[in-house]
Structure formats: C-alpha cells, structure tokens
C-alpha cells in the first residue's frame, strides 16, 4: 500500500517569500502524485499533478513541484506567495495499476502568509 | 462540464439522531465516487468508495454506511449520530480506471456538528 508523509504541519511565510512544502512518499510501485489546496470551509482544489515525464511540475496560482524518484518526494514551491495563499494544503498518491483510484493524502500542511 | 453537488453544506444534529449527507456528480457517466471525513485539524479519512451502482467498499469499521442507488448518486448515512462523528464530509468523484489520472474532484463539503 501507498503512503504519504508531509514533513511540516505548519508553515508560516512573510508575503513575497518563497514557500517550500514537503511531501514524502512510500509506495512499492508506480505512482501519481497530486497536491491539492483546500481554504476555510472548502473543499480541494487540485493544484498540480505528476503523471510521467518531466519530473518539474507546474500548476495554477504560480505553484510548481518536482518529482524525486530516488528520494520518492514531490515537494511544491511557490517563488513569492500573497496573502491569498493561506490555506492547508495535501500531498497525495494513488498507483497507477490502481483500480479504484484510492488517493491517499497526507496529514496536511497549514500556509500561513502575513503581511 | 462535469460538477458535483453536495448537501447540506452545514448540519447541526443531537447524537442519536440519524444522518443523510447527499452527493451528485453531473456532466459524467459511471465515475467513481468517494465519501472523506475531515476532522478538526486533521487529514482525510477515506469512508467508503464505489466503482459502480450498489457497490460499497467501506474503508473503517464505524456507525456509518453509504449507499449508491443511481449512478452518480452517492449518499452517507447514520442510523444513530456519535458525538465523534462531527467532521467535514467531502464527497469526490473521480473517472473510472482506464480513462482517468486517478484525480479526484471534490465537493464543497459538509459540516456536522453532533451535540
């Protein structure tokens, strides 16, 4: 079975600085990866997604992440967050031989952008 | 395009009371779809998923049950509310194995709050 770790459950960043979240990840096959945002009293919005091919990954609202086979991470950066980026945000993985498509997340990490 | 509907968006109920959460997804033919439970300040719990009409799988042991009565119908249901069942449900749908990515599409969420 798959499994995601995300190394940081809270991270807080001055407006303009980049952003680093980390996301490991277990898996004894091959795997797609997602990260997702999710804002207060929302549900997910897939942020970005890594299928094959080119290990760096870019997204909506500036985000990108790369994919790390030999240390099995996908970790999302962004160069320079606003305000608007607070948010939590998941790292998740499902197999590719996956039937029923069965994501599994990681335990979140809370982006606090200030001012 | 494809949408997903769920409701009621906030729900207030006395333990013992029964439950019905309701998801449709739109624009799509046999998906698969996904009920999650988001508690305070913690990641997403996979419930229950199904790969088609009537078929469940249910992912913990717990007082809850789901039920797929159409095909892009999926409804979650107590008999008897537990004060530990208070969360954020989400709903999800994501397109069958072999035509999709294995990403999943989220609704906008479910609030209970058992008193």
């Known amino acids: 079975a798959q499994s995601v770790t995300q190394l940081d459950s809270q991270v807080p960043v001055f407006e303009e600085a980049p952003v680093e979240l980390r996301c490991n990840y277990s898996?004894?096959?091959?795997?797609?990866l997602f990260w997702y945002v999710q804002y207060p009293n929302q549900g997910l919005q897939l942020l970005l997604k890594y299928l094959s091919g080119s290990t760096l990954v870019k997204g909506i609202n500036g985000f990108e992440a790369e994919f790390n086979k030999s240390q099995t991470s996908f970790h999302l950066r962004k160069p320079s967050v606003h305000i608007s980026d607070t948010a939590e945000y998941f790292c998740?993985?499902?197999?590719?031989?996956?039937?029923?498509?069965?994501?599994?997340f990681g335990a979140g990490t809370t982006v606090t952008v200030r001012a | 395009s494809q949408t997903i509907h769920q409701w009621p968006a906030t729900l207030v109920q006395p333990v013992g009371s029964p439950l019905s959460l309701e998801c449709t997804v739109e624009?799509?033919?046999?998906?698969?779809l996904y009920w999650y439970r988001q508690a305070a300040g913690r990641g997403l719990q996979l419930l229950f998923y199904?790969?088609?009409?009537?078929?469940i799988s249910s992912e913990v042991p717990q007082n809850l049950s789901a039920s797929r009565p159409q095909d892009r119908q999926f409804i979650l249901s107590s008999k008897k509310l537990l004060l530990s069942d208070s969360g954020f449900y989400l709903c999800a749908w994501s397109v069958f194995r072999g035509r999709g990515t294995g990403e999943l599409f989220f609704g906008e969420g479910s609030r209970l709050t058992v008193l």
């Open positions: 199904s790969v088609g009409i009537g078929q």
């Open positions: 998740a993985v499902t197999t590719i031989r996956s039937n029923d498509y069965k994501l599994s």
């Open positions: 898996s004894s096959v091959s795997v797609y």
């Open positions: 624009g799509t033919s046999n998906p698969n």
